[in-house]
């Protein structure tokens, strides 16, 4: 029978009352008495020198305060990069300044010139109309291949050219790679390309920047991932502000997907401009401005081959890949392409050799950095796609082939320096192959036929690194900060509890998964704990959400946390039934004394810790509050199979997804409807990906998919009713609750089961198609099917 409570339960979403009902509290919903307005004045032109600005007339205008542009971030510091990548040759990667407001030249179309603040947003936005900009227009680059070759535009001019890194892994790997690939019995190769994404979650970014004089403290209320995280870089890297006098509120988060981890220059400035100006200075985001601010995601172009031998089992992969940086290096961009991405080119199989170059390259373009996956949607993409080349090729079954090179033997050290602790591919395969009906697909597929249809089936295998860890480790691989997390358990007198976390819910739902664990470990009802996130003068210091890594890295902090939460009241408990502490147990919200009929129940002793009136003080302090700290001792390894059937027609090339299927090992699970949620969500982006979406710029870097006019979300149609399964799981071995992360999975695993279905389908036509690049679109898949 299912659980109704505590860990395994589908408790429904507590946290969507509020939701539902309009009673979200996020940061637009937040106006501090005084506050002022910003508008920014962005280039127009993706590459330029600034000749002047003159904001003599925009000043005199009604209800401006100040303007501010480059000149007054002279001596602040810009944007930094929170990792730093070591190229092939021991070399550090190129790291050009990022400043607030652009100073002497422009990269790309979007980048702020100047700010004006004004009593209300219409007299801000009229005043930038009266700013007068001359900027001396210089050629731009925005194909990677070009921004390489000699005498190409150079975006900084402090560097010599436009490459930030040449990043090789494993290195020693790369002559072995190369006598394997070139003795090999089959070889595939495979040209794609991973296409550039805007984010584009509900709610758009805000930033309120708020002084107070009487104490010299700075507050910033943003629509961040991480706000620890945002406080350390603004405040220690930017702007100079001590952390006890800078306080970051990220109050709800209307969805992020990697966009919100990053510090951005309209956070700084808020935050610098109030402190100026003596007044908040609110900044809300419109949707054409999120299109040329927010941090794009992927863009990758890619060769990559894969050797077999005679018997058909992986022998070696090379590849070599382009990523786009775009203007500036965002907060975790270089680590994507390189440690997020290269580390899991083994993917599920015993492929014995591989060897991974990754060129960064800087382009006339929004920056790029983390979108939901980051890194392993890229890996998986590749490795996916050229495995069903290769079934194709040699005229295999695409199932067979995999099952044939799975990693059966766990803990298994892969060629790519990671170590995947457990996993059952075989099993979740199985699971796949039932949830899809596979044997029933023929029938299918010619029901289709019937009606003048292409049917394909696509199938995919992913594995991908959470909970990324550990710190000393990616502090060795160029991280500047961190990646541990913590909590800190606060028993009140009358037993309820306060759970101070440092991950960050923008959509997750720990607001509920994180009490049905804290309420199994005591065995008390989930409404007595409360969660308090967001705001860094309340919460211990963590390193917020993303990478799957909540549950994985803060949810063990919060057991630790918890343990030592149960240790103490049972030295209480002990006290009050005069038994010894090794005797206590807690059961249901009860402690009894084992063997006996004993018991005091958890209110009675947590009210014993704040009312001490039945234990000694030399013994125990009084009050129950814990805090702990966890610092994983390895990523998780959440892997699957999905599965996708589509419906080509053959007259218009339009791609119909009839069918999905997605088994997923995400280890231990504390909320399946939740699970079931992320993987629903991870799935449609992931669609969204390989038929729709595509950020595109022209050849002067003008953004052309800049609104929802041009670019193209999935809406409700665009995806099927899904199969979904996790029952396939091997707990993770090294955290205390076995989790291994979920949250991104789904866009991970999906692009690569589309395209493989969308080539079969073609094929089973007689269509000569081996590729085709994402997203694949009706005229797309139309021109291949001419040829």
């Known amino acids: 029978m299912p659980k109704d409570h505590g860990i395994g339960a589908s408790t429904k979403r507590r946290e969507d009352v509020r939701f539902l009902t309009g009673n979200g509290n996020y940061t637009d919903d937040i106006n501090v008495q005084g506050q002022a307005h910003v508008h920014f004045l962005r280039s127009d032109v993706a590459h330029g020198t600034i000749s002047s600005i003159d904001t003599a007339e925009a000043a005199k205008m009604p209800g ?47 980048e702020p010139i100047a700010a004006v603040v004004a009593d209300t947003l219409a007299q801000a936005r ?45 290195e020693d790997n790369r002559d072995a790679v190369d006598e394997a690939i070139k003795n090999a019995a089959h070889v595939t190769t495979l040209e794609l390309v991973n296409n550039r994404l805007v984010a584009n979650p509900m709610e758009p970014r805000v930033a309120i920047g708020e002084y107070n004089r009487s104490d010299d403290m700075s507050t910033l209320y943003t629509t961040s991932q991480n706000p620890h995280v945002i406080r350390l870089l603004m405040g220690a890297f930017v702007l100079g502000i001590p952390e006890h006098k800078l306080r970051v509120v990220a109050p709800d988060v209307g969805g992020g997907f990697g966009t919100k981890i ?24 419109t949707r054409s401005e999120a299109f040329m601010s927010d941090a794009h995601g992927r863009d990758h172009v ?66 790029v950095d983390a979108y939901r996956g980051a890194g392993r949607p890229e890996a998986t993409y590749q490795l996916e796609r050229v495995i069903d080349k290769a079934a194709r090729e040699l005229g295999v079954d695409p199932i067979a082939l995999r099952k044939q090179n799975f990693i059966t033997e766990f803990p298994y050290a892969t060629p790519v320096a990671v170590e995947y602790d457990t ?20 029938a299918r597929r010619a029901e289709s036929e019937k009606n003048g249809k292409l049917r394909g089936f696509g199938v995919n295998c992913y ?16 991280a500047r900060a961190g990646l541990y997390d913590a909590a800190t358990v606060r028993v009140n007198a009358t037993g309820s509890i306060s759970v101070m976390v440092g991950a960050h819910s923008h959509g997750q739902g720990h607001e509920t998964a994180f009490p049905q664990v804290v309420a199994e470990m005591l065995g008390i009802p989930e409404d007595q704990i409360d969660i308090v996130h967001g705001d860094t003068s309340k919460i211990p210091f963590g390193m917020g959400t993303y990478g799957s890594r909540s549950l994985a ?80 001792a390895n990523f998780t390894y959440p892997s699957g199979a999905y599965a996708c059937e589509v419906e080509v027609d053959p007259e218009t090339g339009k791609v119909t997804i009839e069918r999905f299927a997605a088994a997923d090992d995400f280890g231990n699970i504390i909320n399946p409807m939740i699970v079931s949620g992320q993987v629903h969500g991870g799935i449609a982006q992931g669609i969204g990906q390989a038929l729709l979406e595509n950020c595109a710029y022209d050849e002067n870097g003008q953004l052309l998919s800049a609104s929802y006019m041009d670019y193209a979300m999935p809406r409700a149609d665009d995806v099927p009713f899904y199969q979904v399964d996790h029952s396939c799981q091997t707990p993770c071995t090294h955290n205390p609750l076995g989790v291994k992360g979920c949250g991104e999975a789904g866009a991970i695993g999906s692009p690569p089961s589309v395209i493989n279905a969308v080539i079969d389908a073609l094929q089973s036509g007689g269509h000569k198609v081996a590729h085709i690049d994402m997203p694949a679109t009706p005229s797309r898949v139309w021109a291949a099917m001419q040829g």
């Open 126 to 170: 009229d005043a930038a109309e009266a700013i007068v900009v001359d900027i001396e227009e210089l050629p731009a680059v925005v194909n990677m291949k070009d921004a390489l070759k000699d005498g190409a535009p150079k975006l900084h001019d402090d560097l010599a050219d436009n490459l930030c890194y040449d990043w090789g892994f494993v």
């Open 553 to 632: 890295v803060c949810g063990s902090a919060m057991v630790r946390a918890t343990e030592k939460i149960i240790n103490k009241a049972k030295k209480i408990a002990a006290h009050l039934m005069e038994a010894s502490e090794a005797d206590i147990e807690l059961k249901d919200g009860q402690f009894s004394v084992a063997g006996t009929d004993k018991s005091v129940a958890w209110g009675d002793v947590t009210l014993a810790a704040y009312v001490p009136h039945n234990y000694p003080l030399e013994d125990i302090e009084p009050g129950l509050e814990e805090t702990a700290f966890y610092d994983p």
């Open 64 to 110: 401006v305060v100040r303007i501010f542009t480059g000149a007054d971030f002279e001596g602040v510091g810009g944007i930094p990069c929170g990792w730093q990548v070591t190229d092939r040759f021991g070399e550090p990667m190129k790291e050009p300044a990022h400043p607030v407001l652009a100073q002497g030249k422009v990269r790309h179309v979007g």
């Open 463 to 478: 594995i991908e690194a959470c909970g990324i860890a550990p710190s000393n480790l990616v502090g060795q691989l160029g």
């Open 262 to 285: 990053f510090h951005y220059a309209e956070e700084a400035f808020c935050t610098f401009a109030a402190r100026q100006v003596k007044r908040p200075v609110k900044w809300t985001s």
């Open 423 to 442: 996993g059952d591919y075989m099993a979740t395969m199985a699971k796949l192959e039932e949830i899809a009906d596979v044997k029933g697909f023929a």
């Open 302 to 367: 890619t060769k990559i081959e894969l050797a077999l031998d005679a018997d058909n089992n992986f022998t070696a992969i090379r590849t070599d890949t382009l990523a786009n940086m775009g203007a500036y290096l965002s907060t975790f961009a270089p680590s994507v392409p390189t440690w997020l991405h290269g580390t899991l080119m083994a993917g599920n199989y015993k492929t014995p050799l591989i060897y991974v170059n990754v060129k960064a390259v800087f382009t006339n373009t929004v920056p």
